[in-house]
C-alpha cells in the first residue's frame, strides 16, 4: 500500500484552510470543559463542526492528562455512503487532512486482515466523513500518532469486538467510536430519545440500534470490549443541532463519552 488518502469533506464539514481549522479546533477545546481521566475509549460525534463541534471537543479535552502517552488511534465510524459487509480498512497507508498527514498503522492493518469480518475497500473510505472529521481533533490533541480506520458496515457487536481486541494495546492506543444519535427528531423528542441512549450506553447495554446512533454497531461492540476489560462510561456531554446551529423542528442529537479504565484513580 503506498496510497494517500486526501481529505473529502474539507470546506463543508469543517473549514479547508489550515489556519481558520487550527483556530475553529483549539477554539472549540478551549471552551470544553476538561476532565481529568485516564481514558481508553472516546464516542465523538460527526457532524459538521458548526453543529457539533463543539461536543466533539467534550470529548477530546478528555484525553489531555494521557496524550502525550497515546501513540495509536484505532477509529471506528459507520459507513454512509457504501454498503459494507464487515469492517473496511481503506487502501491506503496515510490520510490527509488541511493540518497535515496523518500515517496509518500498516502493520496492524495487515493483522486485521486475517479476520474473516474485515475487508479492504478504498471505496468505503473514499467519501465517508465520520472518520475524518475526527482526524484535525486528534491532530490538534496529540503529538505524533499512526491511525487505524475502520468504516463499520452490517456486522455484529461480536464482530467489531474481536477487532478491537486483537488492536487493544495498552495505554499507546486508543479507541474512538464515532458516532451521532438520534435523526431528525423534534428538540423534544430527541432529547427524550438521546437521553434514553445515553443512559443506555452509560449501562453498557448492548442495545444500541441505528435509530438510537448511526454509529450503533461500533457502540455496541464497544460495550461488549468494555464489559471485558472492565471499563466505565462517563457522559461529558449531550445536546442536539437545536442547541448548536440549527432549527428545532428536525434536530440530530450529540453525545460525547469517554471510557476509563480501572486503573483510573483520578480524584476530581
Given at each position: 500500500?503506498s496510497?494517500?488518502?486526501?481529505p473529502?469533506?474539507?470546506?463543508?464539514?469543517?473549514?479547508?484552510?489550515?489556519?481558520?481549522?487550527e483556530h475553529?479546533?483549539?477554539t472549540?477545546?478551549?471552551?470544553?470543559?476538561?476532565?481529568?481521566?485516564?481514558?481508553?475509549?472516546?464516542?465523538a460525534?460527526?457532524a459538521g463542526?458548526?453543529?457539533?463541534?463543539?461536543?466533539?471537543?467534550?470529548?477530546?479535552a478528555?484525553?489531555?492528562?494521557?496524550?502525550?502517552?497515546i501513540?495509536?488511534?484505532v477509529?471506528?465510524?459507520?459507513?454512509?455512503?457504501?454498503?459494507?459487509n464487515g469492517l473496511?480498512?481503506?487502501?491506503?497507508?496515510a490520510?490527509?487532512?488541511?493540518?497535515?498527514?496523518?500515517?496509518?498503522?500498516?502493520?496492524?492493518?495487515?493483522?486485521l486482515?486475517?479476520?474473516?469480518?474485515?475487508?479492504v475497500?478504498?471505496?468505503?473510505?473514499?467519501?465517508?466523513?465520520?472518520?475524518?472529521?475526527?482526524?484535525?481533533?486528534?491532530?490538534?490533541?496529540?503529538?505524533?500518532?499512526?491511525?487505524?480506520?475502520l468504516?463499520?458496515?452490517?456486522?455484529?457487536?461480536e464482530?467489531?469486538?474481536?477487532?478491537?481486541?486483537?488492536?487493544?494495546?495498552?495505554?499507546e492506543?486508543?479507541?474512538?467510536?464515532?458516532?451521532?444519535?438520534?435523526?431528525?427528531?423534534?428538540y423534544?423528542?430527541?432529547?427524550?430519545?438521546?437521553?434514553k441512549?445515553a443512559?443506555?450506553?452509560l449501562n453498557?447495554?448492548?442495545?444500541?440500534d441505528?435509530?438510537?446512533?448511526?454509529?450503533?454497531?461500533p457502540?455496541c461492540?464497544?460495550?461488549?470490549?468494555?464489559?471485558k476489560?472492565?471499563?466505565?462510561?462517563?457522559?461529558l456531554?449531550?445536546?442536539?443541532?437545536?442547541?448548536?446551529a440549527?432549527?428545532?423542528?428536525?434536530?440530530?442529537?450529540?453525545?460525547?463519552?469517554?471510557?476509563?479504565?480501572e486503573?483510573?484513580h483520578?480524584?476530581h
Amino acid at each position: 500500500m503506498s496510497a494517500v488518502r486526501p481529505p473529502a469533506v474539507a470546506g463543508m464539514f469543517y473549514p479547508a484552510d489550515p489556519r481558520q481549522l487550527e483556530h475553529a479546533v483549539k477554539t472549540y477545546l478551549a471552551a470544553a470543559q476538561p476532565q481529568a481521566f485516564h481514558v481508553k475509549a472516546l464516542i465523538a460525534p460527526h457532524a459538521g463542526y458548526l453543529y457539533s463541534g463543539a461536543i466533539a471537543a467534550s470529548a477530546y479535552a478528555s484525553l489531555k492528562a494521557i496524550a502525550p502517552q497515546i501513540r495509536r488511534v484505532v477509529l471506528l465510524g459507520p459507513t454512509h455512503r457504501v454498503a459494507v459487509n464487515g469492517l473496511a480498512l481503506p487502501d491506503a497507508d496515510a490520510f490527509d487532512t488541511p493540518l497535515g498527514r496523518v500515517q496509518l498503522d500498516t502493520d496492524a492493518m495487515r493483522t486485521l486482515t486475517s479476520l474473516p469480518q474485515v475487508i479492504v475497500s478504498s471505496e468505503a473510505h473514499e467519501q465517508e466523513h465520520s472518520l475524518e472529521v475526527q482526524l484535525p481533533f486528534l491532530q490538534s490533541v496529540l503529538d505524533e500518532f499512526t491511525l487505524l480506520p475502520l468504516a463499520v458496515g452490517r456486522a455484529t457487536a461480536e464482530e467489531v469486538a474481536e477487532v478491537l481486541e486483537a488492536v487493544w494495546g495498552g495505554d499507546e492506543t486508543l479507541i474512538v467510536i464515532s458516532s451521532d444519535l438520534s435523526h431528525y427528531l423534534t428538540y423534544a423528542a430527541a432529547q427524550f430519545a438521546d437521553n434514553k441512549t445515553a443512559q443506555d450506553i452509560l449501562n453498557l447495554h448492548q442495545s444500541i440500534d441505528h435509530e438510537q446512533a448511526c454509529g450503533g454497531t461500533p457502540i455496541c461492540g464497544l460495550m461488549v470490549a468494555a464489559r471485558k476489560h472492565h471499563l466505565t462510561p462517563h457522559l461529558l456531554d449531550l445536546r442536539n443541532s437545536g442547541d448548536t446551529a440549527g432549527p428545532r423542528d428536525r434536530v440530530v442529537g450529540y453525545a460525547a463519552f469517554a471510557f476509563t479504565g480501572e486503573e483510573d484513580h483520578v480524584r476530581h
